[in-house]
């Protein structure tokens, strides 16, 4: 009898859900803002990487030029009163990358950042073998050239520190440092955000 009532007891529980909890409560939704958390958090990152997106691939400029924008992302320059901190900011530039990879496709074309490259080559392909008669050359092929880019997306996040509240301004660019539009900012866009501290 005991057996019985105890298999009841935790069928009920299991049917039941007694202290379950759902997907949601346990991760809330990236878009929206945690009451517990303080200072930038996730939805900024989503919001601002869909305006910079939709911005770049909608803009008439960029669309009218007769080539595929070859672009390397570089960083985030931290001008944040906080700078140093933990917080990687690089993420809003890496979630733009991904949204840019996904839907600009024929228009713009990532390139790997140089050392990136380097180290991912150093790390995974063969190195020729070195020379072993002193004749000045080595025994295998080299390394294949990097194909060169002809813009840098990057951007840059300013602070105005108030006692309950900071101002954050992210600054996001694209210049041309090859061809055409060397050392000329082709696209610009903003995004801004206060939050309390």
């Known amino acids: 009898m005991k057996h019985a009532i105890t298999w009841s007891l935790a069928t ?5 859900g007694v202290g379950c909890k759902s997907y949601e409560d346990e991760r809330p939704d990236v878009n929206s803002l945690d009451p517990r958390d303080k200072g930038l ?9 869909d305006q910079m997106a939709a911005s770049i ?33 690089d993420i809003f530039l890496r ?6 990879q996904q839907k600009g496709r024929g228009r713009i074309t990532l390139i790997v950042n140089r050392d990136e490259l380097k180290a991912m ?30 813009y840098v997306l990057d951007g840059q996040i300013t602070e105005l520190n108030n006692r309950g509240t900071s101002y954050f301004y992210f600054d996001f660019k694209i210049s041309g440092i090859k061809g055409p539009d060397t050392g000329i900012q082709v696209w610009n866009g903003g995004y801004e955000v206060k939050v309390a501290k």
């Open 57 to 89: 691939l909608g803009d008439a400029d960029l669309n009218a030029k007769p080539e595929r924008m070859l672009i390397v992302v570089r960083n985030m320059k931290d001008e944040t009163t906080n700078s140093g901190a933990r917080t990687n900011l």
């Open 95 to 100: 979630r733009l990358k991904v949204i840019l």
């Open 121 to 150: 080559q150093s790390a995974e392909l063969d190195t020729p073998a070195p020379d072993q008669f002193g004749q000045g050359g080595n025994n295998g092929p080299a390394l294949p050239a990097r194909t060169q880019p002809n």
């Open 12 to 16: 009920a529980l299991l049917v039941g």
């Open 41 to 49: 958090q996730s939805k900024e990152v989503v919001d601002s990487s």
